[in-house]
């Protein structure tokens, strides 16, 4: 008992002393994207995609628009006291897909948000919008 009483007297001192860890994500990888944007005028819309160069792609009159989002890397996942996980760091979830018309934002997607939407015969996947 002698001998685990310092351990248990410096086992709350290094967790309070650990504080936080984070831990590097790697980068994503270059992603095809194919939308569908379904609106009264889809043609009025253009899709940005947000990162180290941004670029613009225009949205046909039939609503579609095919963009590759490249590589880049989001940061760090967190960890209270290297154990609870109280940030994720991972890239798909960053929302780098704008949506826009005109000069105004009408969407922001993450790469995990447009792999969860209806897709359509042709892998295109839809996104609502009202005008």
Do not use: W
Request: hydrophobic share 40%; net charge positive.
């Amino acid at each position: 008992m002698q001998r685990a009483l310092p351990f248990l007297t410096l086992l709350p001192l290094a967790l309070c002393g650990s504080g936080c860890v984070y831990a590097l994500r790697t980068a994503s990888q270059p992603t095809d994207v194919k939308l569908r944007v379904q609106a009264a005028h889809p043609q009025q819309h253009l899709v940005r995609v947000a990162v180290d160069s941004p670029a613009g792609y225009l949205v046909a009159p039939d609503g579609r628009v095919q963009f590759t989002v490249p590589r880049f890397s989001n940061g760090c996942d967190v960890y209270v006291f290297g154990l609870i996980k109280t940030r994720d760091g991972s890239a798909e979830s960053v929302r780098v897909v704008e949506l826009r018309r005109d000069a105004r934002v009408v969407r922001r997607l993450s790469l995990a948000q447009i792999s969860d939407l209806p897709k359509e015969e042709a892998g295109f996947s839809v996104i609502r919008v009202g005008e």
